[in-house]
């Protein structure tokens, strides 16, 4: 597996890298916003170590177009740590943030969770909700509606899924995160509403604006075929 490590401090990219190889991963390392946007449409990668704070062009610029074209994980880098700067991280498209500075094996643990094949993901099973208009793809990990592939992670993937698969149960925050993402997800419960509004956005349309997620209030969130 290769990974992109986008760090404009080379004693940074440089340890990050030395602790992937030691690993079994191959890496490759963008200095810069449009370096990191070329090698990616360049090379086969895997999983992305981005920075928040780069020349050229910014990190969340780069997740954002990355996210234009790719599930892949990404996982921001970054000295900026404050609750709005994670969720403004994760609005742009990360699956994961890990704060400067930090330890080096914690953030391999991080990566291998992210490119580890999850529980929950095997049992996801091939279907279609909302009247056959969205399809579900575990093994593209893709949803589509009308036919038409829908930009999203892997963990607003995993989160609709697990919606999807009771549609009649109300999930709490909690339970999304122990059933979607796994016990070894380490960020805030709250994040889960960055991911629903994520997710509402991008399936959102004139008589299902929620994207077919509804807000039961002091609950959580449940998959709502009815308008």
């Given at each position: 597996?290769?990974?992109?490590?986008?760090?404009?401090?080379?004693?940074?990219?440089?340890?990050?890298?030395?602790?992937?190889?030691?690993?079994?991963?191959?890496?490759?390392?963008?200095?810069?916003?449009?370096?990191?946007?070329?090698?990616?449409?360049?090379?086969?990668?895997?999983?992305?170590?981005?920075?928040?704070?780069?020349?050229?062009?910014?990190?969340?610029?780069?997740?954002?177009?990355?996210?234009?074209?790719?599930?892949?994980?990404?996982?921001?880098?970054?000295?900026?740590?404050?609750?709005?700067?994670?969720?403004?991280?994760?609005?742009?498209?990360?699956?994961?943030?890990?704060?400067?500075?930090?330890?080096?094996?914690?953030?391999?643990?991080?990566?291998?969770?992210?490119?580890?094949?999850?529980?929950?993901?095997?049992?996801?099973?091939?279907?279609?909700?909302?009247?056959?208009?969205?399809?579900?793809?575990?093994?593209?990990?893709?949803?589509?509606?009308?036919?038409?592939?829908?930009?999203?992670?892997?963990?607003?993937?995993l989160i609709f899924s697990t919606l999807v698969s009771r549609p009649i149960r109300t999930w709490s925050r909690e339970e999304i995160i122990r059933t979607a993402?796994?016990?070894?997800?380490?960020?805030?419960?709250?994040?889960?509403?960055?991911?629903?509004?994520?997710?509402?956005?991008?399936?959102?349309?004139?008589?299902?604006?929620?994207?077919?997620?509804?807000?039961?209030?002091?609950?959580?969130?449940?998959?709502?075929?009815?308008?």
């Amino acid at each position: 597996m290769k990974i992109l490590i986008v760090e404009d401090e080379p004693s940074i990219a440089e340890v990050v890298s030395a602790y992937a190889k030691r690993d079994g991963y191959e890496t490759v390392i963008a200095s810069d916003g449009l370096k990191a946007l070329e090698i990616f449409e360049r090379d086969d990668i895997d999983l992305v170590i981005l920075d928040l704070m780069l020349p050229k062009l910014n990190g969340e610029e780069v997740c954002r177009r990355i996210r234009e074209k790719s599930s892949v994980p990404v996982i921001m880098l970054t000295a900026k740590s404050s609750e709005s700067d994670v969720v403004e991280g994760l609005d742009s498209g990360a699956n994961d943030y890990v704060s400067k500075p930090f330890s080096p094996r914690v953030l391999m643990a991080r990566i291998r969770a992210q490119l580890r094949p999850k529980e929950s993901r095997d049992n996801i099973s091939s279907g279609t909700c909302a009247d056959g208009r969205i399809e579900i793809d575990p093994e593209r990990v893709e949803i589509r509606k009308d036919g038409t592939p829908i930009p999203v992670t892997k963990s607003e993937f995993l989160i609709f899924s697990t919606l999807v698969s009771r549609p009649i149960r109300t999930w709490s925050r909690e339970e999304i995160i122990r059933t979607a993402l796994g016990d070894d997800y380490d960020g805030f419960d709250r994040t889960i509403d960055t991911y629903i509004k994520n997710l509402r956005k991008k399936l959102a349309e004139p008589g299902h604006e929620n994207g077919w997620i509804k807000t039961i209030y002091g609950f959580g969130y449940r998959f709502d075929d009815e308008k």
